[in-house]
């Protein structure tokens, strides 16, 4: 009768704590994100600087692995966002003529083979008229400023915030873990010692090895694509690899947008054709060589579940929620995984057995 009570009362906290969790996520998602992001980010690179910090003092460490994020993020922000929004204008601008290859390429081969026409003057007629709002369109899809002079402050609030409270996390991260596993209930300890175990596992390998797996990405794409000689290589490169952490999502948008690239450039079939064979081998290459290597078949986290993780944390929580999705995605994992090896050892998954 104790071991049942007991039971019942630690899964009580466990519900009472994963209710005030969610609450607080909730109501706090508003200023949660920078916390969250700085948090995110220590985790990653918290290996780094305890490798480092084994040969200098642990602030130099952090300093340096500060400078390297920033690093990274200034590259992204100052060379791929200017070259997309440039490469998006253009597209736009000459989308009539894109519309024009659609009907002199694929027009005989639509009426020769489903007996359709393709009436394409209406959309080229429209696409020119409004070239400029869809031009304006595209741009606004970029992270824009439409609050006035709140918004700024917020994001200018964040951009000083989310590095200090960086600094501190990668400082003191094995001190807080320490201090958090003091508060664990004795009884309990070994329990919530083996779960953390296994998600840090879960969740370690698959971020930083999908950081890997964008950055490989990113350069093959990149370089294939110069090799190609297709314009904006650079641009439609680093979005593709970076996008990959989104299962899909890379080489979809980067053949969308390298497809449109190059029909304004080459307007033949045969340096589309070199196009999609570089992301079919860059596809080949993620699925097969990259994320087998980096990330791990283990893990257990399918594509799916990363895509409904990101899309319904986003939903609930904004920034904050997707920035949640994975960390929390993985604790789930791990925890059905247990729900599952005691499900398989109940007697209502094996059925009463009679006593002899």
């Known amino acids: 009768m104790n071991t049942i009570d007991t039971s019942k009362t630690r899964y009580t906290w466990w519900l009472a704590v994963a209710a005030i969790t969610c609450a607080l996520v909730y109501f706090l998602s508003p200023i949660l994100a920078p916390f969250l992001a700085a948090a995110v980010l220590a985790y990653i690179f918290n290996p780094l600087v305890t490798r480092m910090a084994r040969r200098l003092p642990r602030t130099v460490a952090v300093t340096i692995a500060l400078a390297l ?160 000689g297709l314009d904006y290589a650079l641009s439609v490169g680093l979005l593709a690899g970076c996008l990959t952490f989104v299962p899909y999502l890379g080489v979809i948008s980067g053949v969308l947008l390298a497809t449109l690239t190059g029909v304004l450039q080459f307007g033949d079939m045969t340096h589309l054709v070199w196009i999609w064979v570089v992301f079919v081998i860059g596809n080949v290459l993620e699925g097969s060589v990259f994320v087998p290597w980096l990330v791990g078949d283990r893990i257990g986290l399918h594509p799916v579940a990363v895509i409904f993780a990101l899309l319904a944390f986003g939903q609930l929580f904004g920034i904050t929620g997707i920035l949640m999705a994975l960390p929390a995605s993985a604790a789930l994992l791990v925890w059905l995984r247990h729900v599952r090896g005691k499900y398989l050892g109940s007697n209502l998954y094996q059925g009463d057995r009679p006593t002899p």
């Open 69 to 228: 994020i920033a690093g990274i993020i200034l590259v992204l922000l100052l060379v791929l966002m200017p070259l997309v929004t440039r490469q998006i204008k253009t597209i736009v601008t000459q989308f009539p003529q894109f519309i024009d290859w659609i009907k002199l390429n694929l027009g005989p081969l639509v009426l020769q083979h489903f007996g359709v026409e393709l009436d394409t003057a209406l959309l080229k007629d429209w696409l020119t008229e409004h070239a400029q709002e869809v031009q304006g369109f595209a741009v606004k899809l970029l992270p824009s400023l439409k609050s006035g002079g709140l918004a700024l402050l917020g994001l200018i609030g964040n951009l000083v915030l989310t590095p200090l409270v960086l600094f501190y996390f990668m400082r003191d991260w094995d001190d807080m873990v320490a201090h958090v596993a003091k508060l664990i209930p004795r009884n309990w300890n070994d329990t919530v010692s083996g779960l953390w175990n296994e998600i840090d596992a879960v969740l370690g390998e698959f971020l930083r090895g999908q950081l890997l797996v964008m950055l490989l990405m990113a350069i093959f794409y990149t370089v294939a694509l110069w090799a190609v």
